[in-house]
């Protein structure tokens, strides 16, 4: 996802970001601030990740009393200290998204304890920000959802891809706000002032051509990768369900007995932290797997609530697991049944249809009982409408299961399997060594004449096939 791979090349050690190329012409995308007499947009010029910001989160639901838990964890990836909540169970009000009543208790709650924020758990609308911009005490930010989780990408994004998918949202969130000022005041006539909903149009193209040339170099550089034998595992799921941990218990050069006590990974390629959005960059890192080599993608977390086009926006991020020979769906077995088939769900819909194989990780087996464990197989299954196979139990910390993961893992990989007759020669053994570089080979010697079994991805077998019969020939 960069200019050039984070690894090299596809032959040395992939044990960095696969996006860390600096954007040289970051600039020629920058978002300028287009705040409007409605609302504050995305480009605010107050920091988004300063610590010691208090806020109030805010909660509604038409049909059920909304759960803060998640808005709260969200918070605090941001870097706000959570100092109230105010929920309401009712139906979407047009001025304020609450109720009246419930608006002025924010308003109160807000001035008493000075709170700098409120964070809804939401998406607002242009009108609602301005309603509540006026009813709130002066200076309080007013962040939805949809903006806040912005605010969280782009605290993480290291990478270009990364930081290309982040200014592409952050501009797609910023468009309809916009346009529906100019619509309203008809700025768009004043052609001597210029039109600020043009320029947007106009940057997010600029974004998308960037971005569509970071896409082809990832994808060529796989393509790359498979030609040279490697297996492509990606790892997803829902945030904190431990993707990191397992990339740490399958990848040749981690280990989960080094992490730090707050799992925080000691080289700081991988982190493994209880932090939302941690991997907002792609991390890529070798193993092998019953003599397979693969390279093990450890990918974004996803999160339930992010509107559809923020999502689209990290697709060239997604693109690593729908182009995956195998992506390991991880999924927190801790989790209450209810919350596991939600964020499954989610999962699912946002994973689409990869080219590989699906195989469902219940990670964190080690901390619920068997039937506990059987009902969420069953959940799995229901889900997932037996799309796919049975899901694995695992505890990537503890390591309980990972072996039969690696077993599963290695069944799963595509394959095709190969026997040459060659003569004993120099040829021959040039021939065998590039073959035990990209799958499993073995060689039995009868005279001069040597008989080497192979197996590996498809496409590798048949550029064997090519060169033992160049071999043959000569």
């Not at 409007?36 to 910001?53: E, F, L, M, V």
């Not at 000075?114 to 962040?143: H, K, N, V």
């Not at 829902?238 to 397992?246: P, V």
């Not at 590989?356 to 959940?379: Q, T």
Request: hydrophobic fraction near 35%; charge should be negative.
């Amino acid at each position: 996802m960069q200019d050039t791979p984070a690894d090299g090349s596809a032959t040395d050690e992939p044990t960095t970001n696969d996006d860390t190329t600096s954007d040289a012409h970051a600039d020629d995308t920058r978002t300028t601030d287009t705040r409007t007499d409605d609302h504050r947009t995305i480009d605010d010029d107050q920091p988004t990740s300063d610590a010691g910001r208090t806020a109030i989160v805010v909660a509604r639901k038409r049909d059920e009393q909304p759960d803060t838990t998640e808005i709260e964890r969200l918070a605090a990836a941001a870097d706000y200290a959570v100092v109230g909540a105010v929920t309401q169970r009712r139906r979407e009000d047009n001025r304020y998204n609450l109720g009246s009543g419930k608006a002025d208790e924010l308003a109160r709650r807000v001035a008493e304890t000075g709170a700098d924020a409120a964070l809804f758990d939401t998406e607002l609308t242009p009108g609602q920000y301005s309603s509540l911009t006026e009813l709130l005490p002066d200076g309080t930010r007013i962040i939805d959802r949809h903006r806040l989780v912005l605010d969280i990408f782009e605290a993480g994004a290291g990478g270009k891809a990364a930081r290309l998918q982040v200014k592409l949202a952050k501009l797609r969130y910023e468009l309809p706000r916009v346009r529906q000022t100019e619509e309203r005041t008809h700025m768009q006539k004043a052609a001597e002032t210029g039109s600020r909903l043009v320029d947007l149009e106009k940057r997010i193209r600029t974004v998308e051509n960037k971005l569509d040339e970071v896409a082809d170099r990832a994808g060529e550089r796989r393509a790359d990768r498979r030609e040279q034998g490697f297996d492509l595992v990606a790892i997803a799921g829902y945030t904190n369900a431990g993707k990191s941990t397992l990339l740490h218990r399958l990848a040749e050069d981690l280990s989960v007995e080094e992490l730090a006590p707050d799992h925080e990974d000691l080289d700081g390629a991988a982190t493994v932290e209880d932090s939302l959005f941690k991997t907002l960059d792609t991390t890529t890192r070798r193993a092998s797997v019953d003599g397979r080599r693969v390279l093990l993608t450890d990918t974004v977390g996803l999160v339930d609530g992010i509107p559809h086009d923020l999502v689209a926006a990290f697709s060239t991020t997604l693109d690593a697991v729908a182009d995956s020979d195998l992506a390991l769906l991880v999924v927190d077995a801790s989790d209450p049944l209810a919350e596991l088939r939600e964020k499954l769900r989610v999962s699912l819909a946002e994973l689409d249809d990869p080219r590989g194989e699906l195989l469902v990780v219940l990670n964190k087996a080690d901390l619920v009982d068997d039937a506990a464990l059987d009902a969420r197989r069953a959940a799995v299954a229901d889900v997932t409408d037996d799309r796919v196979g049975d899901p694995l139990a695992v505890s990537a910390l503890a390591g309980d299961g990972t072996d039969s993961l690696r077993e599963a893992v290695a069944d799963a990989l595509p394959d095709a399997d190969a026997t040459f007759d060659l003569p004993n020669t120099g040829e021959t053994q040039s021939f065998l060594a590039w073959a035990h570089e990209r799958g499993r080979a073995s060689a039995t010697y009868k005279g001069d004449r040597v008989e080497i079994e192979f197996t590996a991805r498809p496409a590798v077998v048949e550029r064997a096939r090519s060169r033992a019969a160049e071999l043959r020939e000569d």
